[in-house]
T-cell receptor
Framework: NAGVTQTPKFRILKIGQSMTLQCTQD?????MYWYRQDPGMGLKLIYY???????DKGEVPNGYNVSRSTTEDFPLRLELAAPSQTSVYFC?????????????FGPGTRLLVL | GNSVTQMEGPVTLSEEAFLTINCTYT??????LFWYVQYPGEGLQLLLK?????DKGSNKGFEATYRKETTSFHLEKGSVQVSDSAVYFC????????????FGTGTRLQVFP
């Protein structure tokens, strides 16, 4: 049981390049989330999904896109990388909606845009 | 709106010292409260949680009590170890919408031998 896995661990992009951050969970969780963590700040929600085929915007969605074709996978796409997207990105999942549900986090992807 | 405020770090302690990290919140409805911990180079892990007023969450020697009257959820540990060095995040979810977590900015704890 690997939990939530993310690839790559680290990536350097040039301004204007695109890339996809991969996230996979093996816990059969319905809910998945993408957060970004800027230095000295808390995590901010980018996008989330309540199940395959359903996604919705979080607090900071601009410049990102997501898809959820399967329960296991929730990739995050950056189309035109900008320096403001330099951050650490965390994927998370949880089983059901509800106040008592724990979110399980992946190890993160560190992205540097130059 | 909903928000979480944590004390700024870093908090620097000697091994076996007493730890308090303050957390207060603003929320509509009846939130659940969480402490997550992030060890160096890793993702966040749930440390403890409390889902209603006066509940006490506890794990690995850490405790926090959900105080509705003071809107607080302070994290405490009686005797810290070097291995407790990490960043600690207070967070909440509310009864409105999905269980989206709202995080505080995090407090870095450094414990020296």
């Amino acid at each position: 049981n690997a939990g939530v896995t993310q690839t790559p661990k680290f990536r350097i992009l040039k301004i204007g390049q695109s890339m996809t951050l991969q996230c996979t969970q093996d816990m059969n969780h319905n809910y998945m989330y993408w957060y970004r963590q800027d230095p000295g700040m808390g995590l901010k929600l980018i996008y989330y999904s309540v199940g395959a085929g359903i996604t919705d915007k979080g607090e900071v969605p601009n410049g990102y896109n997501v898809s959820r074709s399967t329960t296991e996978d929730f990739p995050l796409r950056l189309e035109l990388a900008a320096p403001s997207q330099t951050s650490v990105y965390f994927c998370a999942s949880s089983g059901l909606a509800g106040l008592q549900e724990t979110q399980y986090f992946g190890p993160g992807t560190r992205l540097l845009v130059l | 709106g909903n928000s979480v405020t944590q004390m700024e770090g870093p908090v620097t302690l000697s091994e076996e010292a007493f730890l308090t990290i303050n957390c207060t919140y603003t929320a509509t409805g009846y939130p659940s409260l969480f402490w997550y911990v992030q060890y160096p180079g890793e993702g966040l892990q749930l440390l403890l949680k409390a889902t209603k007023a006066d509940d006490k969450g506890s794990n690995k020697g850490f405790e926090a009590t959900y105080r509705k009257e003071t809107t607080s959820f302070h994290l405490e540990k009686g005797s810290v170890q070097v291995s407790d060095s990490a960043v600690y995040f207070c967070a909440l979810t509310t009864s409105v919408g999905t269980d989206k977590l709202i995080f505080g900015t995090g407090t870095r704890l450094q414990v020296f031998p």
